[in-house]
């Protein structure tokens, strides 16, 4: 199992809105993995306010691994242009970078907006296309709560058309769980349990 911190930056998705981080995707991660995994969303960010914490919030604890989950208030506000978003990941990643840890991209999951929507699709797009050219890692959290019918956040996952349930976060910590125990991040019943 690989060694060093592990932390997770992200905004609400990431904190546990509307519960707390108790019932987040993370926690859900932390108990699959059998290891804990430092919780740093923050409700309402966007991703520059995110660039603007990352070296105190994140940096500071010498991960070895962050998850970062951006980008959907930005989507959701409409005054940031994607350009913006784009020029902040990339910060992130080289932050990341710099400290010699794993950068680790979740794919933001669907909303109950068709204006963010597209925004979101115009980004994960994107991250599919930097990930292999970069050496970043990705976490799929956009299938796990997909309505295929709708192409939007499934009805039964989410409890205001942004925010998962707790079934939702469910979804989204196996995922990642699966992940990062690829990664080397997590015990040998980790990688044997994904569901």
Not at 133 to 157: M, V
């Amino acid at each position: 199992m690989a060694e060093g911190v592990i932390v997770a930056l992200g905004d609400s998705l990431t904190f546990g809105f509307p519960y707390s981080p108790g019932s987040s995707w993370v926690a859900e991660a932390e108990a699959l993995l059998g290891r804990p995994i430092v919780n740093r969303g923050v409700n309402g960010e966007a991703s520059f306010d995110m660039v603007a914490r990352v070296k105190e919030d994140v940096l500071s604890l010498q991960p070895a691994c962050v998850v970062i989950l951006a980008g959907s208030n930005d989507a959701l506000r409409g005054g940031v242009r994607w350009a913006e978003t784009e020029t902040s990941l990339l910060a992130l990643a080289a932050a990341v970078e710099e400290v010699g840890a794993q950068v680790v991209f979740g794919l933001p999951p669907a909303l109950d907006d068709p204006a963010a929507e597209e925004r979101l699709k115009r980004q994960r797009a994107w991250l599919k296309e930097e990930a292999p050219r970069r050496g970043w890692t990705l976490i799929d959290f956009f299938t796990p709560l997909l309505d295929p019918a709708t192409g939007r956040i499934h009805s039964q996952l989410t409890v205001d058309g942004v925010h998962p349930t707790r079934e939702g976060y469910r979804r989204m910590g196996q995922a990642a769980a699966e992940v990062l125990a690829g990664l080397g991040f997590g015990s040998s019943e980790a990688q044997k349990g994904k569901a």
